[in-house]
């Protein structure tokens, strides 16, 4: 079936950093990869859009300039938190669709977020 | 616009059956999905059914969709520890490829 990967499962970075998250669709061509930020307890929540060879698409609220969205390929897509602050910490899950009609949203497991 | 309820929890026994229920209100949605969370996990596509189905079974999973009154249920029979998770529906609109999601079901499966 459709595989989605994620990297990295975790990380911990200090304040003022910025983290790269990466999502791979590593069988299927994704054009359209989806992030989502999740807090403790909560259902998902769409941070964009993103779209192959185009700018990624926000949802309100969300700072584009704090969260880079890249995807440079039909099967990369990259989250980079930028200057990031405790309030950041979370866990972002990608998702990607395949070019086929009708098929379903795929999910990568998750990146957790510490931002000391 | 477009709102996805579920009940927050729901208790079983192993053996038993469960019964998750999703409400939605958006009556283009063409899709709806199942994805089953385990602590720490990312999401896992455990089924979906096109909007112009009443029921889709798979193992044993049923799903089953009331379009008339926008209910969806997923209905896990024989449940084992190991389905204990949260279970999220969710819809998608026949424009664009946009999920949205419920709030989750907590199932607890005691043995």
């Known amino acids: 079936g459709a595989v989605v990967s994620q990297h990295p499962s975790w990380v911990i970075c200090k304040s003022g950093t910025s983290v790269k998250i990466e999502c791979r669709s590593l069988?299927?061509?994704?054009?359209?990869m989806f992030w989502y930020r999740q807090f403790p307890k909560q259902s998902l929540m769409l941070m964009a859009t993103?779209?192959?060879?185009?700018?990624?698409?926000?949802e309100q609220g969300v700072e584009k300039d704090k969260f880079l969205i890249n995807h440079a390929s039909l099967t990369l897509s990259t989250l980079t938190v930028t200057s990031a602050h405790p309030e950041d910490s979370s866990f972002y899950i990608c998702?990607?669709?395949?070019?086929?009609?009708?098929?379903?949203?795929?999910f990568g497991n998750g990146t957790r977020l510490t931002v000391t | 616009g477009e709102d996805v309820e579920q009940s927050l929890f729901l208790s079983v026994r192993e053996g038993d059956s469960s019964v998750i229920n999703c409400t939605y209100t958006?009556?283009?949605?063409?899709?709806l999905y199942w994805y089953k969370q385990e602590p720490g996990a990312g999401l896992q596509l455990l089924t979906y059914?096109?909007?112009?189905?009443d029921m889709k079974q798979d193992q044993r999973l049923t799903v089953l969709l009331n379009k008339k009154d926008k209910h969806l249920s997923l209905r896990i029979a024989d449940t084992q520890t190991g389905d204990s998770a949260i279970y999220f529906c969710?819809?998608?609109?026949?424009?664009?490829?946009?999920?949205?999601f419920g709030g989750g079901t907590r199932v607890l499966v005691k043995p």
């Open positions: 059914i096109f909007s112009n189905m």
């Open positions: 958006d009556s283009s949605s063409t899709y």
């Open positions: 998702s990607a669709i395949q070019i086929a009609p009708n098929s379903p949203l795929h």
């Open positions: 069988d299927f061509q994704a054009t359209t």
């Open positions: 993103s779209n192959e060879g185009s700018k990624a698409t926000y």
């Open positions: 969710a819809e998608i609109q026949a424009a664009g490829n946009k999920l949205t």
